[in-house]
């Protein structure tokens, strides 16, 4: 009996996956459970298990192509060949399959937000000659495919950047944006020319997806930044009181995990955080799902702890130590990945004084800590002021102003400023 295997929900929000590898082929037995194909969207990369023992009747995908969640992409028929002694991967002592189907039209290597960006500017995929890996489009092709071709500049049709522009209006072309490695009206990015003990480093998945992530973010939220300076005398005492217990339980209690759970009390009293940009609305999210970045050998990934506002400080440092092991043995889920409604980022020991990070799509903040330094300070004692010296942090919140006033986002801030420093925390 042949069972279809189609490409399964990946994660929320995720519609397509692209066939990276094929771990095996047709003709191979297969146990069940055992990986068939490494696929990768947006978020993550993750391997596709059979669902049945048997033998690979049909490969009906090729390596590279971007195939929509429950299409069919192999063929398993059941419980054939299982007396077998099969290694996973190798082929078995079977009769060989039949010819594989003629190839398919080319189908463009694109990720979700490569295709948006294509529909944005009615660029046809097909078109586009792809500069990324294996020949995949880029949001850069996209963006060079949808400059209208212009022939180059006559002494009567050079003039100023304003009168370009109107020439690019009156073509029904509207904003043509700056495009990256290219250049923007008369400036042009020069040529890299390669000098001895250059090193050219290319992308990997994990860094391209980081980039074009983070160019969107710019480009679409209007991003401010403010800062707030916090003095963590007290929550340092209690950090330090309790530390080596939970080091005994095989945890580390870390400033982070007081940040993470002041963050999810300050957004339960100030919803405009944990919100959402739509086309033409824009959502108050009910759960608060805390994503924190943390590093992994393919790149800064942010996992995300989900309902923090309900675990306390001792739930918060159980999901972050366990995300974090995850995350650096190459571990993590598409599912760990999926559904922040906020993030908090945590640039380690050596972080400098503050910093203003992009947001991460599709939230509208993110909270950065800063390094924490001792400096002098002044407090009162029987209603003297006197100097003292304590650690503090500054943190800085970028918000989008698109749907975030500055009241609000100074309410939250202050908010998670007076929640550490009172450090009225159940450990």
């Given at each position: 009996?042949?069972i ?76 054939a ?32 937000a490569v ?69 923007y ?10 000098v ?41 005492k ?53 994503g ?58 050596k ?42 942090m ?34």
């Amino acid at each position: 009996m042949l069972i279809d295997v189609a490409l399964p929900q990946l994660g929320e929000s995720i519609a397509e996956g692209t066939l990276s590898k094929w771990l095996v082929r047709e003709g191979d037995v297969v146990r069940k459970e055992q990986a068939l194909a490494s696929i990768g969207t947006d978020k993550a990369d993750s391997d596709l298990p059979s669902p049945v023992a048997g033998r690979v009747a049909k490969l009906l995908a090729k390596e590279g192509d971007v195939v929509p969640v429950k299409t069919v992409i192999a063929q398993i028929e059941e419980g054939a060949g299982a007396t077998f002694s099969a290694t996973p991967g190798a082929p078995a002592s079977v009769p060989p399959a039949a010819p594989a189907p003629p190839p398919a039209p080319r189908v463009p290597i694109a990720t979700p937000a490569v295709r948006k960006a294509a529909l944005e500017h009615d660029v046809d995929l097909q078109r586009v000659q792809g500069t990324g890996e294996r020949g995949r489009v880029t949001t850069d092709d996209v963006l060079r495919a949808s400059v209208p071709s212009t022939p180059a500049p006559t002494p009567a049709s050079t003039s100023t950047p304003a009168s370009q522009l109107a020439q690019l209006v009156n073509q029904g072309g509207g904003f043509v944006p700056p495009i990256p490695g290219v250049g923007y009206g008369t400036f042009k990015v020069p040529p890299y020319r390669p000098v001895e003990g250059d090193r050219v480093v290319p992308f990997t998945r994990r860094r391209r997806i980081t980039a074009d992530h983070m160019t969107y973010s710019k480009v679409v939220s209007p991003h401010v930044v403010t800062v707030a300076e916090v003095d963590l005398h007290r929550a340092s005492k209690l950090r330090d009181a309790h530390k080596e217990r939970y080091k005994a339980e095989g945890m580390s209690l870390t400033m982070l995990a007081f940040v993470v759970a002041a963050t999810a009390h300050a957004l339960r009293e100030n919803l405009a955080l944990n919100a959402r940009v739509l086309d033409d609305a824009f959502v108050v999210l009910r759960d608060i799902n805390l994503g924190v970045a943390v590093d992994s050998p393919d790149g800064l990934v942010v996992p995300v702890v989900r309902r923090a506002d309900e675990l306390g400080v001792r739930g918060i440092v159980r999901a972050v130590d366990d995300l974090a092991k995850r995350a650096r043995a190459g571990k993590i889920t598409i599912d760990d990945l999926s559904g922040a409604s906020f993030s908090v980022s945590n640039p380690g020991l050596k972080g400098n004084l503050f910093g203003g990070a992009i947001i991460n799509q599709p939230n509208v903040g993110i909270l950065r800590m800063g390094e924490i330094q001792k400096r002098v300070v002044v407090e009162s004692r029987d209603g003297e002021d006197q100097m003292a010296i304590h650690p503090v942090m500054y943190m800085a919140l970028s918000y989008d102003h698109r749907v975030v006033d500055g009241v609000a986002a100074n309410s939250f801030l202050w908010r998670v400023t007076e929640i550490l420093e009172k450090a009225e925390f159940e450990v």
